[in-house]
């Protein structure tokens, strides 16, 4: 019940608070009406503004934060496993940074630490730290939670790929017949759409010749010369047999963090981790 009235507390609503928890918004709004009985008194109060704290919500914040603490402390003191070396270390990430960076990353943490043992997310869903869906996380939005360790890695750049089958076969595209081409894009997320948009090209998901919600399944179509995909700079720019196009579309820049427990630092296993992944993802 604590981690609910947390998360609505931090999210200010209970939309945000379910994603964040990923659980339910009636599965939360049942745990808040269970803590408000047993404390005797509204802790919310429900504005077109969102989910404000009341006067007895304001006082139950910073001692729930104390227990959560608590917790947090006494799994962190279990999560070191006494100093060992070896271990379990599960880290988080999206499907494309999983893939294309953390994959050979790991490499090195391979061969510098082999007791070591990795359980990888490969997921764009993100998971959460503080109720220990994962020891790590790389994120593409800065965290702010305090108990946090947060290190700001590097900026991601991107952008837009052909194969040379497809140019030798089609043509280079340009800005004047971009629209006449084969693209490679999502199938059910909205993001390509929202972002041609913000580039101001107006386009719908029937834009894209080839759709999919997996961002290396994408990547692929695009070495399989099925068409113009997005990808990461170091990584389009390493293959030889790969064309960058349409440098004149605007494409976000995005930073990449590095994000742990504080606490969980203490764990030699994670620590070596996270210093590794550091070292190694710091540059492209």
């Known amino acids: 019940m604590l981690r609910a009235f947390l998360g609505v507390a931090d ?26 009985r047993a404390m005797g008194a509204a802790l919310f109060e429900r504005t077109p503004q969102g989910m404000l704290l009341t006067a007895a919500g304001q006082s139950l914040l910073a001692p729930a934060r104390r227990v959560q603490d608590a917790v947090q402390e006494l799994s962190s003191t279990f999560a070191s496993a006494m100093g060992r070396e070896g271990g379990t270390v599960r880290i988080a990430a999206s499907e494309l940074v999983a893939g294309q960076l953390l994959l050979p990353a790991l490499k090195g943490l391979r061969e510098r630490c082999p007791d070591i043992q990795i359980e990888l997310v490969a997921s764009d869903e993100i998971q959460d730290l503080l109720t ?20 700001k890695l590097r900026i991601l750049q991107f952008g837009l790929y052909v194969h040379r089958r497809y140019a030798e076969q089609y043509g280079v595209p340009t800005l004047s017949d971009a629209e006449d081409h084969q693209w490679i894009g999502l199938d059910r997320s909205p993001l390509l759409v929202d ?31 099925l068409g113009i995909g997005i990808g990461l700079r170091n990584v ?10 349409l440098e004149e579309v605007p494409l976000p820049e995005l930073p990449l963090w590095l ?10 296993p994670l620590s070596r981790t996270f210093d590794c992944l550091a070292e190694a993802l710091a540059s492209p």
């Open 132 to 151: 220990r869906q994962a020891d790590i996380a790389l994120r593409m939005v800065q965290p702010h939670q305090g108990s946090l360790v947060v290190r």
């Open 195 to 225: 972002g041609f948009a913000r580039a101001g090209m107006r386009v719908t998901a029937a834009f894209f010749d080839f759709r999919c919600d997996n961002r290396l399944v994408c990547w692929q179509a695009v070495t399989n010369a």
């Open 236 to 245: 389009g720019d390493a293959d030889p047999n790969l064309v960058r196009v």
């Open 11 to 36: 999210g200010g609503s209970l939309t945000r608070a379910s994603q964040a928890l990923h659980t339910t918004q009636p599965t939360l709004t049942r745990q808040l009406g269970a803590l408000e």
């Open 259 to 268: 994000t742990t427990h504080r606490e969980l630092r203490e764990s030699i």
